[in-house]
């Protein structure tokens, strides 16, 4: 595809509720992020998918969440009983090998807990 | 362990002066830095990053090890520079994550 595709663009959800976004990275594309940003504020890294190696889950706030990623392919990421505070954009990227490699980023996905 | 520090959440300028827009970091190895830059309704994207000591945009970024910085100058702000910027640290090689700073608002006015 021509970049990072995320859906949905909007989500608006009621409190408690699960829900289940989704990232397609560039193909060819090893490495993909999520990073989660709230109103106004900076970027908060959450997940890191590196290949087949075990994801980096250290930015993670809590269990509620949980990412997987199939291969070098589509990534979802899950909320579970999901709280006020877990409105934000969240934000997907991917790069060529990780690191050092350029970031492509997705236009994100707004989500919002009533 | 990796980290990227913007002291600046907001750097409010005149067309026309100068800018800097801080950025300090912390890793023990060789590092890897950058500058992305996300315009209003548009999505985060690369600016530069160190390696390439290129300008982008009439913006310059030095790596200091000495200091452990990487300041993103331009000489004559433009309205249309106002933006999110955000510093991003890697180690060299690839397979390493990008760690990112918090982001520093520049505001431009006429």
């Known amino acids: 595809g021509a970049g990072v595709s995320q859906s949905p663009s909007n989500k608006v959800t009621e409190k408690g509720k699960d829900v289940e976004l989704r990232c397609d990275p560039i193909s060819g594309h090893t490495a993909l992020y999520w990073y989660r940003q709230r109103l106004g504020q900076g970027l908060e890294f959450l997940i890191y998918?590196?290949?087949?190696?075990?994801?980096?889950k250290s930015g993670l706030p809590s269990d509620r969440f949980s990412a997987e990623r199939t291969g070098e392919s589509v990534s979802t990421l899950t909320i579970q009983r999901t709280q006020q505070e877990d409105s934000a954009v969240y934000l997907c990227?991917?790069?060529?090998?990780?690191?050092?490699?350029?970031?492509?980023f997705g236009d994100g996905t707004r989500l919002s807990i009533l | 362990a990796q980290r990227v520090t913007q002291p600046e959440k907001l750097l409010s300028v005149f067309k026309g002066a100068p800018v800097e827009l801080k950025c300090n970091y912390s890793y023990s190895g060789s590092p890897e830095l950058f500058w992305y830059v996300q315009y209003s309704r548009q999505r985060l994207q690369l600016l530069l990053r160190?390696?390439s000591r290129e300008s982008i945009k009439g913006f310059t970024a030095d790596l200091n090890k000495g200091e452990t910085s990487f300041h993103l100058k331009k000489p004559f702000a433009q309205e249309e520079d106002s933006a999110m910027y955000y510093c991003?640290?890697?180690?060299?090689?690839?397979?390493?994550?990008?760690?990112f700073g918090t982001g520093t608002r520049l505001l431009v006015s006429p």
């Open positions: 998918f590196q290949g087949n190696s075990a994801p980096d």
């Open positions: 990227a991917s790069s060529l090998t990780g690191g050092n490699q350029p970031q492509h």
């Open positions: 991003a640290l890697s180690g060299m090689g690839g397979f390493q994550k990008l760690v």
């Open positions: 160190h390696i």
